[in-house]
């Protein structure tokens, strides 16, 4: 957005420079960890890395606002068709749970402000996931994991359904494929325990 | 040149496409497939005219100007709110996918694409959408000359439809439908926005009520929907700095934004630990000490003493007294998103020629 307007980086630049910060050039292109390793040679690392598989477990996408939306500004991938999520489960030896909500919102951003409203977001991917039968979903965003993961107490409180959907981090599906210790991988830090997906897994 | 010259000279294509007629009196719902021979030129409308030309005169859908200006034909194709007037069929046929429309999301439906607008009007007639100029005449006595400049900070918004594209998919509205939504908020940012407008501060207060601005999920749907470029979370963004900057900071929203400014003034981080109680007051917090002890037991909440200072916390605290000492008042003071966007799509398409100044 700076790139594309001189005067706003001119004005930015100079604010920097008052408080002796170096001043912004742009010439860094900011990416993604999943844009990373869904696509080009970070794929195919991927591929190696993740040698000890899923066993065809059945991971739902959750993908998260703000890696998909306003596309213009990220360019990724259609923020109404993505792939890249699915590909890395497919890459990882899982298998992709397909879902209308999975790109939706989490709710996050007003659970504290707006609690109702945003438990009203938040059921729709962890039901439909439920329903689409998956074993755990996968978020690229450490914010709607922190939603899906410790928020399905509430839901459990508002609504009786008690999901117990383990939610994994984009980091953490990669790191059970590529054979990583689960104290590595910190699940102990879950409120959902994730113990039924290291089952499965026999890890 | 005439529609049917046009016709004889253009290629024609076969456009099979899925529609869900409902009818509200019955109840009764169905996907319809189609079929129709159409030239490589047609847009949605022209499949959907042709359909209830030709083969089921039964199918309703609103439309008027066919040319992306009277915002009538919104619905969703693929589950996208479109302008249907605006999306042209060919690529889609030539890639052979088969989409489906139907009815946009968020308002009660009628009869197959024609939805009861009468909710989204009653958002938008609710931020007053007219000019209050707090004046009988203008000072001099014969009228009230704006800059440019001072119009810019409004201009997307000034270019709304109306269509409903963007309060279709609305995430926050369809957990809550009582939510102003983005066309109203966008609509009521063009005002508090303009320099004539002498109510800011009164449009502010209602704007900060319980479904107002900060029940905004921020999952940018509407920006993405969005036919004309408006960018409603922009907007909304815009009236919740403007709010705080005002004082009106009485929203749990409200003082949630606030805490990451004096986090990052204080630490140059994000005090998190404490922004439930800085969010929702102390008494709040209490009741959800047992929610925030399970988040504790896991690890999840870090201790708020001794805070994490940055190493180069006084960068942060300088940037943000001199940011405070600006202020964001007038046309330059507002970020223009869109604008930059605008202008690297030109710079994009005309491989780095620069766009002519808008002043001529």
Known sequence: MLKGDPELLGRVNENLQR?????????????????????????????????????GLR??????????????????????????????????GGEPVDYPAKIKCCGFPIIQAREETALGELIQPIEQAVEAGADAMVTPCPLCHLSLDAWQ??????????????????????????GLEASELMFKRHVVSVDPVLEKLEV | MTEAALNVEARTMRVPIKIWRYDSATGERALKEYVVDAPEWVTLLDVLDIIKDQQDGSLSYRKSCRMMICGSCGMRMDGAAVLACKTRMYDIVQSGHVPVISAMGNLPIVKDLVVDMQPFWDKFHAVKPWLQPGYEEPPDGKEYI???????PIHKESL????????SECNAMESDPEF???QALAKAFRFVGDPRDQSDVDRLEDLNSEHGIWECTRCYFCTERCPKGVDPRDSIAKLGAESVKEGIDRDLGAKHAKWFVTSAKTTGWLRETELVPKTQGIVSAIKETRF???????????????????????????LYDLVHEQGRDGAAGIVQGERGIARMEYLHETSGEEPPDADG
Request: hydrophobic share 35%; proline share 9%; with cysteine.
């Open chain 2, 292 to 318: 925030a002890m399970t988040l504790a037991l896991k690890g999840k909440v870090p201790p708020p003493v001794p805070p994490h200072v940055a190493q180069d916390v006084e960068e942060s605290r300088k």
């Open chain 2, 180 to 182: 102003l939504g983005p």
């Open chain 1, 19 to 55: 408080v002796g910060i170096p001043a912004y050039t742009g010439s860094i292109e900011v990416r993604h960890l999943l844009w990373e390793i869904s696509d080009g040679p970070g794929y195919e690392l991927l591929k190696q890395a993740a040698h000890k598989g899923l066993k």
């Open chain 2, 146 to 152: 704006v800059s440019q400049e001072r119009m810019n």
């Open chain 2, 160 to 167: 709304c439809i109306n269509c409903g594209c963007c309060v």
């Open chain 1, 153 to 178: 107490s509430k839901l459990k409180k508002a609504t009786g359904k008690d999901f117990q959907m383990p939610i994994l981090h984009l980091s953490q599906l990669v790191g059970v494929a590529a």
């Open chain 1, 59 to 92: 991971v739902a996408p959750f993908y998260g606002c703000q890696i998909l939306r306003p596309s213009k500004l990220l360019g990724h991938e259609d923020p109404d068709r993505p792939w890249s999520l699915e590909r890395i489960i497919e890459a990882c």
